[in-house]
C-alpha cells in the first residue's frame, strides 16, 4: 500500500474533525473522499499535507511512519495539494507560478529560459499543454488549476490531492480534469479528490471513502457502488424527491431594460440586456461562466456601474444607487464568490448571520442581542450549520458550513427579490437539498428569484423560466415546460438561437 492513514483523530477545543479514520491509497489509483460539509474531509487531507497535526493516529508511506510538521516535509515525500481556492499570483507568468520556490538560477538571478523550458518540458512529459509565458491573470480556471497541478507535479508529487478540483470549473473544463487524472493515475500518479459531485465519483474514481461526523462509515470500489448507496452512506438517509408547483405569477419585481457594460477592449461584457422578474417565479440564467453573468449580477446588485439602459426594482430606478440603498429597497443576494462578497472571514458566525438583519429584528431602533442570537440558532439548526459556536469565526467553518450561513441568512431577509448566485456551491447533497426546497419556499410565497448556476441540472430542475447568456447577450429563452438540456446547452456554446 503507497499510503495508510492509521486512525486519525483530530480535536479543535471540543470538536472532533477526525475521529479514528482509517485511510489507504494504492499507487495510481484515484480515490474519492466524500461526505456531508463538516465531516472532515479537509482536514484529513490538510493532515496529510502537514498543515495540521493529528491529535493522535499515524501515517504511514510505503510501510513506514512518516511525521510531517509543515507542507514542506510533506512536499519532500512527494506529497502535492491543489486546493479549493487557488494560492497563485496573478501577475506573475505560468512558468513562475510553476518553478516558485524552486527556481532555476543562473548564478545568483532566476533564470526565465531555464524556467520556461523546464516548465516546456513537463507540459510535454505529461501531456498537460500550457503557453509557460502567459499570465496567470489571463488564464480560464480551468487553466489556472493546471498551472496548480503542473506546479505539483514540478515539486515531484506522486500523491496529489485535490479539494473539490471541478467546483469552479465549466463542465468542460471539468471533463478534461477527470481525463487528465486517468491520464496521470496510468502513468503512475495516485489522487485523492474530495468532491461532493457523485456523478464525477462514479465516472473517475477507482475507489470511494465516505466520512461521516468524522468517522469512516464506507470504503467501496466505485464499481461496486452508485449514487443511491453513496448519498445514504453520506447523509445516513434516502434523499427525497423535490416536489415542485405550478404557480400564477404576480406583479414585476425586477425590470431589466437594455443594459450594457462597455469591457476594456472594446468587447461589450453586457449586451443590450432585457430581463424580467415576477414575484412568484424562479428565472434561472444559464451560461458558460464569464459571459456576462457576473457582470449582470453585480450591476443589479449596485456592485458594478452600468454604461447604459436602466433597471427597476419593484418600480424604483436603482441605477447609480448604492448598494446599502438597494437592498433597502427589497433585494437580497446570495453572492457567487462567498469570500469576496459574502461574508467578513474575520467576524463570528453571529455577526456574519446577522448581517442586514438589524433592522428587520430591532423593535426599537436598537440591536437585541438575544433575539439575533436566536434568529442565527435557527439557521444552524436548520441548516444543521456545523460550528464550534456562535462566537467561533467563520474563517474556522468548512466552506460548505459557510454557505449554508450566507443562504440561511439572505433567505430570511424576507425581501421581495433573491439574487442567488450558485447557491449549492460546495455544499453536500443533503444540504443541496435543503437550499432547493428553501427557495422553492420563497417562490411559493410570492418571492422572486434570480437564479445563476453553472450547474444545468441546477437550472432545469427549479427555474419556472430558463434564459441562457452567451457573450454578454441573452441568446434564448425558454419556458420549464419548454426547455431541454440539449436546447440549452447548445445556446451555452453559441449555437443558434431564434431569440
Ligand atoms: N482550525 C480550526 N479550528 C476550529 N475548527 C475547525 C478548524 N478547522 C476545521 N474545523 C472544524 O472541523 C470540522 C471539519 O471541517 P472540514 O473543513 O474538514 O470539513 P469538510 O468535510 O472538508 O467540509 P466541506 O465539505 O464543507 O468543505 C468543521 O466543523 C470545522 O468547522
Redesign the pocket.
Known sequence: MLLQMRHITKT??T?T??SGVDFSLRQGEIHALV??????????M?ILYGM?QPTAGQILLNGKEVVFTNPTDAISHRIGMVH?HFMLFPSFTVAENIVIGNEPRAGVAFDRKKAIAQVEELCAKYRLPIDPRMKVADCPLGLQQRVEILKVLYQGADIIILD?PTGVLTPLEAKELLVIMRSLANQGKSFII?T?KLHEVMEVADRVTV?RD?KVTGSVDAGATNVEELSKLMVGRDLKQLQKRTLQTGQTILQVNNISIHGDKGKPVLNNVNLQVNAGEIVGIAGISGNGQSELIQAISGLQPIDQGDIQLLGTPIRGRSVREIREIGLSHVPEDRYQWGAAKEGTVLDNGTMGHHKTTSRSGLLHGQELRKLVNRFIQQFQI???SQD?QVK??????LQKLIVAREIAQKQPFLIAAEPTR???IGAMELIHEELLRKRDEQGAILLVSSELTEILKLSDRIVVMYEGRIVGELSAEEATEEQISLWMAGGNSDA
Not at 461526505?35 to 484529513?44: D, I, R, S
Request: hydrophobic content about 25%; overall charge negative; cysteine-free.
Open positions: 479543535y477545543g470538536l474533525a477526525n461526505g456531508e460539509n463538516g465531516a472532515g474531509k479537509t482536514t484529513l490538510r495540521e479549493q473539490e474530495i461532493h466520512l468524522g456545523k460550528t464550534g467561533t474556522f467553518l468548512s466552506g460548505g458550513n460546495g455544499v453536500d
